[in-house]
Nanobody, 122 residues
């Protein structure tokens, strides 16, 4: 499956942004999906995951209550709604997919999109 993330940009602290990840090449609902990010000078980290049907989600503690992951299997698209953004959310955000495993912290992912940069100014 090919993944393409978009929707990043510059936003002020406290603001909101929605990222999207378009999938192509395979049946989207066959894949568990998730978002990761890489902050400046840091390793890539898990942000959020969602199961194949979208019935279950999981989040990193740092974004819980502020970010919402969702998917539209009819549109082959994954979303990440980010609210109450903080400067420490500044990162390159990546979408990822797994055919047979959920996307969770510490879980290897088989497919990756290119990143989209989110910059949160203070």
């Amino acid at each position: 499956v090919q993944l393409q993330a978009f929707g990043g940009g510059l936003v002020q602290a406290g603001g909101s942004l929605r990222l999207s990840c378009a999938a192509a090449g395979r049946t989207f609902s066959d894949y568990a999906m998730g978002w990761f990010r890489q902050r400046p000078g840091k390793e890539r980290e898990f942000v959020a995951g969602i199961t194949w049907s979208g019935g279950s989600t999981n989040y990193a503690d740092s974004v819980k209550g502020r970010f919402t992951i969702s998917r539209d299997n009819a549109k082959n698209t994954l979303y990440l709604q980010m609210n109450s953004l903080k400067p420490e959310d500044t990162a390159v955000y990546y979408c990822a997919a797994n055919r047979y495993r959920e996307v969770r912290a510490g879980q290897r992912c088989d497919y990756w999109g290119q990143g989209t940069l989110v910059t949160v100014s203070s």
